[in-house]
């Protein structure tokens, strides 16, 4: 009788030791939680009857016995039911018992799962679809065997609850704005919760906002308005602007009457350019300043 071989699916790890480098936080497991018992006489009497066959058949019994793992694996082994080390297999050939051990294979490589858009209400009361990716990966395979069922459905599921959580909190502007807060912000809180069950959250995205397309014409027309009003603040200090800059220029020309003049001949020079249909009849502009004058007395 061969020894039981299941590969986990979805779980990633990179080493065997436990999270290193990370902060210590309320919940943190170490391998002195695992606790690796004796084996009784049950194990030595079922042990003796395993290597019968193994005798017998050798060499063929060698494809049940020993096991390959490969080198993004680590393989976890339950030798009747108890876990016989806390330190996982691999990579590489080891040895197993047939009748006696379940081999677990965890995959060593980082895995990434969307996270379905969701329905959430922001803080200032709008409707709101999001959706994220995450990556993930486990640090200790041992753990995500021993402490949890499921390490991939079980973080897949804490991710939709933490995203709906967490995005609720914030409202439709920062929602739209502070995208890599709000996933630094997730991911400090599936890192945190995960890390009991041997899993490393690496990275969150928010891909996608949708927001209903009543809002999304309400956000245009505010933010046409703005620009409107924008625009004619703008024009009004421009004319502001040239007003006191022709006035500065007409104190200028005042001081010196030629000045006036030559501004005229510049102007019918400018006219003549731009239409030859135009007809200009120039009219001294001394003689309009004795008019001027006249009229005045």
Not at 116 to 140: C, G
Not at 208 to 219: A, E, G, H, L
Not at 242 to 267: K, N
Request: with cysteine; net charge negative.
């Amino acid at each position: 009788m061969a020894a039981s071989y299941t590969t986990v699916p979805g779980v990633v790890g990179e080493g065997d030791d436990g999270p290193k480098g990370r902060k210590s936080r309320m919940v943190t497991p170490t391998d002195a939680d695992i606790e690796v018992a004796g084996y009784g006489g049950c194990f030595y009497i079922l042990a003796a009857i395993s290597f019968i066959p193994i005798i017998i058949f050798f060499p063929f019994s060698l494809f049940f016995t020993i096991k390959i793992v490969k080198e993004y694996e680590r393989a976890v082994i339950l030798r009747l039911g108890r876990l016989s080390s806390k330190k996982a297999k691999g990579p590489g050939l080891f040895f197993v018992l047939p009748c006696t051990d379940d081999v677990r294979v965890v995959d060593l490589r980082t895995i990434t799962f969307d996270v379905h858009p969701q329905e959430i209400l922001t803080k200032d009361s709008v409707t709101a679809r999001v959706d994220a990716v995450v990556y993930f990966r486990i640090v200790n395979p041992t753990w995500s065997i021993v402490k949890v069922e499921n390490a991939y459905n079980s973080t897949y599921l804490l991710a939709q609850t933490t995203l709906r959580s967490v995005l609720g909190t914030k409202k439709l502007g920062e929602l739209l704005s502070e995208r890599e807060a709000i996933s630094a912000e997730m991911q400090h809180h599936l890192d945190e919760a995960t890390e009991p069950w041997g899993v490393s959250v690496e990275r969150v995205e928010v891909k996608d906002v949708t927001i209903p397309p009543d809002m999304q014409r309400s956000m245009a027309s505010e933010a046409e308005a703005m620009r409107e009003a924008r625009a004619k603040v703008i024009s009004a200090e421009g004319e502001q602007n040239a007003s006191r800059v022709l006035r500065e220029a007409a104190d200028i020309m005042d001081e010196s009457p030629a000045t006036l003049q030559l501004r005229y001949l510049q102007t019918l020079h400018a006219i003549s350019a731009q239409n030859n249909h135009t007809y200009v009849f120039p009219l001294p502009v001394d003689l309009l300043t004795r008019l001027f004058a006249g009229n005045k007395s």
